[in-house]
Nanobody
Framework: QVPLVESGGGLVQPGGSLRLGCTAS????????MGWYRQAPGKQRELVAT???????NYGDSVKGRFTISKDNVKNMLYLQMNSLRPEDTAVYYC?????????WGQGTQVTVSS
């Protein structure tokens, strides 16, 4: 069973919004921290946002004020609400879960911002 599965990617126009979801099959409390990362073609994977088990958040500078990370402990879901999207937000977005001993990654979901 794949521990983390992303959903919600797609094509959106500049200025638009998308919400990504990440299903944690092993339970969201399995992870001390969960987060979103992204990788654009030819670039290194970068931090988008993270959230600790207690709910503390951290955002990459390029998304502060536009993206919001949240979680639903009952549904075992991690979310990323993305507003005011820009072409430079185009990337594959990955969900990551950290147990302390291991990092788990989802397969990624493509987000394309283009008119």
């Amino acid at each position: 069973q794949v521990p983390l599965v992303e959903s919600g990617g797609g094509l959106v126009q500049p200025g638009g919004s998308l919400r990504l979801g990440c299903t944690a099959s092993g339970g969201i409390f399995s992870y001390s921290e969960m987060g979103w990362y992204r990788q654009a073609p030819g670039k290194q994977r970068e931090l988008v946002a993270t959230m600790s088990r207690l709910g503390m958040t951290n955002y990459g500078d390029s998304v502060k004020g536009r993206f919001t990370i949240s979680k639903d402990n009952v549904k075992n879901m991690l979310y990323l609400q993305m507003n005011s999207l820009r072409p430079e937000d185009t990337a594959v977005y990955y969900c990551k879960g950290t147990t302390g001993a291991y990092d788990y990654w989802g397969q990624g979901t493509q987000v394309t911002v283009s008119s």
